[in-house]
């Protein structure tokens, strides 16, 4: 191989590397993707900065192809063409920022890096390293986020040796001293196992065997129970008088996810549901690109498609809490836990249906994701996922 060949080569590989195992769903990995950052300013080209760039996001989120072959039930080539069109974004991003200039580059990064944490970019911004700020600095908060963004730039400059030596200190400490953030007192997230079935299976038999699973949790001294994404299918009159008649008498609160449908789309919401009456609590910001949000369907003159309502209701207020919804997509970005955590909600509420997942680590990963961002902010959280 040809020398001026084995440095982009070594660095795409290394890249590669870095993403399979900092989003490999284990959380105290996750600053293995502060690799990526030195990666990049290591390219002495811009190609090599694309291709390093590629390398990393492709690896960080190869679970997609398989995860959408088995969501349309088809082979995987859509999935492959989705993977490498949300690829897209983060490549361009940080091709067209990559200088030459050393001194310009932490500068280069920091916007590369804002640019991919909010919308539009931001709508495909999974993997970014600065989720492994919960990791390194648990309960710093704000500050914890402003020494991680510190060090992302640091990275890039000449002095990355020293930077990557003192943020491996933080990540060996926390790592010695780590613990999952704790549940809220009288709270309890239900995990189920009922694959593509739920929420799709409206039979009153299914209502009540998810009411039998709340009172049975209830019994066990849980007051406010937590049900996955779509766990309660279609929000309708009869669905909610059911589970409204199976609350009273009780002083138990459901929060669940459903579907609300007009002649214009869908919501992916959450609804709150006690023995005095139900709401709607929450709408989802950022629903699945393509396979859920659909943009291009009223410039079509089309209807159909989950709307999203990007900045809209960070914190919701359940009884005496304030609630930070998280629903599915969300976990894997960055700018709705942020917006969330600028309200300081009481609790992380972490909701999913991952049933089209299986046999990748998409999960894993969301899971990891939202503990990051809980220790960093020191908050406890729920985790609701059906699979």
Known sequence: MRREHLRPTVLTAVSTVAGTV??????????????????????????TAAVVSAGYFLAASRGLPQGVATFYSSDLWPGLLLWLCASTGFVIVHTVLWTKRKRARPCHYLL?????????????????????????????????????????????????????????????????????????????????????????????????DLIATVTDRASGGARTIVLPESAL??????????????????????????AVVDAGGYDNVLIAISGDGA??????????????????????????????????????????????????????????????MLHDPDVVVAVGNGWWTKGTAIVAIQRANTQAWARLFDKPFVFSFNT
């Open 22 to 47: 900092g989003w490999s769903g284990h959380v105290l990995l996750l600053p293995v993707a502060l690799a990526f950052p030195v990666l990049w300013a290591l390219a002495r080209t811009r190609w």
């Open 112 to 208: 590369a890096a804002a640019l991919m944490a909010v919308p539009p970019f931001g709508i495909t911004g999974w993997a970014h390293p600065i989720t492994a700020a919960g990791v390194l600095f648990p309960g710093w908060g704000w500050w914890g986020l402003v020494a991680a963004t510190a060090g992302l730039m640091g990275l890039v400059t000449r002095m990355w040796p020293a930077v990557a030596i003192v943020l491996a200190g933080f990540w060996i400490g926390s790592a010695a001293t780590w613990d999952e953030p704790k549940l809220p007192k009288s709270w309890e997230g239900v995990d189920r196992e009922m694959g593509a079935s739920l929420g799709r299976d409206a039979s009153i038999e299914r209502h009540r």
């Open 233 to 258: 299918g279609f929000w309708t009159p009869t669905v909610e008088r059911l589970w409204v008649r199976s609350l009273q008498g009780t002083d138990t609160t459901v929060i669940a996810g459903a």
């Open 279 to 340: 709401r709607l609590l929450y709408r989802e910001r950022m629903p699945v690109p393509g396979s859920m949000w659909q943009p291009w369907r009223p410039l079509l003159g089309q209807s159909g498609g989950a709307r999203a309502h990007f900045f809209a209701n960070p914190v919701v207020t359940d009884a005496d809490s304030r609630v930070a919804p998280l629903i599915c997509y969300e976990q894997l970005i960055v700018w709705p836990v942020l917006q969330s």
